[in-house]
């Protein structure tokens, strides 16, 4: 350990690199300091002033994810002064928008006539598609945070005319979350803050469906709250809890992203990127996030078809790979084998590819085999 950079967190000595803020110090260190807009790697700017610390010496609370560490520093962050000045700031926050946070889910049938004038104008803005994965929703749970006061919200109404992803500005807290993840991560450029930093918008604030958005849902997944979510999430949100999560290889290239496959009785709900792990680190294409249906779609293939005459039959998957090694070995004794070609996928792993050539050189006798990243 380098004793020319030790600083002292909570009692505990931590080492630092040169430029290392508190907030990453401490989180590389195994302590935690709650934020609503820190997204590593990307440049901070304290727009949830939530991390706040004390350092021994100083007045004034300082923000853990914009001070950069310095030998001999001692700090604290939790504290009765810390933990009132994040109440504080977690109640601006729930008091500025939708944020119905402390409100549990019901069954909207069991409400009486005053439930549902007072808490349902807007049933989707009742049930926040978020609740239970919210981190705002946690913090205030954690703080006792209450809203201080009723909110006039007068956002735009709520962007759902694309296929993938519904912006609630209404539920926005202004974090900058996803205009670090489009511009910094991602670095497609779409999305930003207005003039007055009171709306993110795209050039021209036109919809997400008009602008030059791929959809890669960056920002989805980096969303701490309820105002981006997919459009699944939206028409049908699924408790908290009640679905499996899976870790898997995405197979639509050989890129190898490591994502999340949420499940519920047996059917794909959701998929999420896996962050802090290579390849992709959270990061996914339009593609790998949200085009999952075909798995569950009733016009899929599930069963090997043989065509019989002008008809294609069911059959065993022992009777299909028997027909296809039948036909393969037919050709191969009367036209030889370069006769046959192979063409692998990108959509199947290194090691199935491998196999795959192995088969038509060693077993077929054949270098005719391509690769569909050629076509």
Known sequence: ???????IINGLKC??????????????????????????NTVSTGKCKICLVEIEGEDELVLSCQTVSQHGMVVKTDTPRIAAARRARLEELISSGHHNCLVQEMDI?????????????????TLCPAYGECRLQDLAIQYRARPVKAAKITAPPVEDVNPFIVRDFSRCILCGRCVKACNEVQVNRVINFNESESKVITKDDLPLKDSNCVF????????????????????IHTKPNTTKKIRTTCSYCGVGCQIYIHVKDNQIVKVTGVDNFGPNRGSLCVKGRFGFD????????????????????????DEAIDYIANKLGYLKDKYGPDSIGVLTSARI?????YLAQKFARAVIGTNNIDHCARL
């Open 15 to 40: 080492s630092f690199s040169k430029n290392e803020t508190i907030l990453e110090t401490a989180l590389r260190n195994g302590i935690k300091i709650p934020s609503l807009c820190y997204l590593s």
């Open 109 to 125: 049938n069991s409400w009486t006539d005053f439930q549902r004038d007072a808490m349902a104008p807007d049933i989707h803005r």
């Open 216 to 235: 890669c849902g960056e920002c989805v997944q980096v969303c701490p709250v309820g105002a981006l979510v997919s459009k699944r999430d939206f028409e």
């Open 1 to 7: 350990m380098d004793t020319e950079n030790i600083i």
């Open 294 to 317: 075909f798995v569950q779609h009733p016009a899929r293939l599930t069963t090997p078809l043989i065509r019989k005459g002008k008809k294609l039959k069911e059959a065993t998957w």
């Open 349 to 353: 792993t290194n090691e199935e590819n």
